[in-house]
T-cell receptor, first 112, second 117 residues
């Protein structure tokens, strides 16, 4: 049962444009959400997080938006750079649980 | 830097053999997680250790899988009588989880790529 879903397996964006990666979840108990970036042959690295008390969190070029009523979060990267090309995973957890639930990832390609 | 390390980086084994995968977490991190990622899939939670508490084993797929964490630091994931469907990347992560865990960030190792022939 996939509680966190990333329905777009891949995305291509021109350098300088905005990249928007989407993630949906089903468990209303989730209250902490994260985005990770993964390069080939490396482990995921933390990018940005948001707790359910917020609807937006920004860190430089990266902004995460949370829509609790829709159970949807998105990651915006502006402007996109070729070095952003990687697989992006969203993850979620409830504060009463131990495990993080991960999506299947979206492979982003930023075209120079 | 002193990140999470895992060994071996790659492991090829024959069906039916036992394997041990090692994880060295970041020093001082109280929480340690094991995940696996099969081809085309997301990260699948396996087991969670937090301090001296009993581990959360709810993600282990069968009794062939076990893990231990000695002295609150190094962890070993053991797979007995390996099967071809065990082939995956096994990832370890550690974190400093405080209280309810808000702002908890997991730091991942590079993973062990296991291939069962």
């Amino acid at each position: 049962d996939q509680q966190v879903k990333q329905n777009s397996p891949s995305l291509s964006v021109q350098e300088g444009r905005i990249s928007i990666l989407n993630c949906d979840y089903t468990n209303s108990m989730f209250d902490y959400f994260l985005w990770y970036k993964k390069y080939p042959a490396e482990g995921p690295t933390f990018l940005i997080s948001i707790s359910s008390i917020k609807d937006k969190n920004e860190d430089g070029r990266f902004t995460v938006f949370l829509n609790k009523s829709a159970k949807h979060l998105s990651l915006h990267i502006v402007p996109s750079q070729p070095g952003d090309s990687a697989v992006y995973f969203c993850a979620a957890r409830s504060n009463t649980g131990n495990q993080f639930y991960f999506g299947t990832g979206t492979s982003l390609t930023v075209i120079p | 830097g002193a990140g999470v390390s895992q060994s071996p980086s790659n492991k090829v084994t024959e069906k039916g053999k036992d394997v041990e995968l090692r994880c060295d977490p970041i020093s001082g991190h109280t929480a340690l997680y094991w995940y696996r990622q099969s081809l085309g899939q997301g990260l699948e939670f396996l087991i969670y250790f937090q301090g001296n508490s009993a581990p959360d084993k709810s993600g282990l797929p069968s009794d062939r899988f076990s893990a231990e964490r000695t002295g609150g630091s190094v962890s070993t994931l053991t797979i007995q009588r390996t099967q071809q469907e065990d082939s995956a990347v096994y990832l370890c992560a550690s974190s400093l989880r405080i209280g309810l865990g808000y702002q908890e960030t997991q730091y991942f190792g590079p993973g062990t790529r296991l291939l069962v022939l």
